[in-house]
Nanobody, 115 residues
């Protein structure tokens, strides 16, 4: 079992920055993929950024150039640095951890960008 807990969400003005963290605990395997998703009310959940154990990274087109995903395997933690935030970035951000044919989810953290 793997448990994930996000932190770092909050309220910011448009153009501001936030850094989200997601700490994992439990039975962590070395071959895994970590990702950040977000969902706004009335919207479908979307993949924001993803990073594999080997360091391969992908981003949604809407956040390229503004968001940066990174991971620290010694701490079993994945980060999402969010810069130049826009009101449309508002939503609940959740981290995921995929390993051994299973995907684990954190409870999510609210990010609100005021215009």
């Amino acid at each position: 079992q793997v448990r994930l807990v996000e932190s770092g969400g909050g309220l910011v003005q448009a153009g501001g920055s936030l850094r989200l963290s997601c700490a994992a605990s439990g039975d962590i395997f070395s071959i895994n993929t970590k990702a950040w998703y977000r969902q706004a009310p009335g919207r479908q959940r979307e993949l924001v950024a993803e990073v594999t154990n080997s360091g391969s990274i992908s981003y949604a087109d809407s956040v390229k150039g503004r968001f940066t995903i990174s991971r620290d395997n010694t701490k079993n933690t994945v980060y999402l640095q969010m810069n130049s935030l826009k009101p449309e970035d508002t939503g609940v951000y959740s981290c995921s951890h995929r390993q051994k044919l299973r995907t684990y989810w954190g409870p999510g953290t609210q990010v609100t960008v005021a215009s």
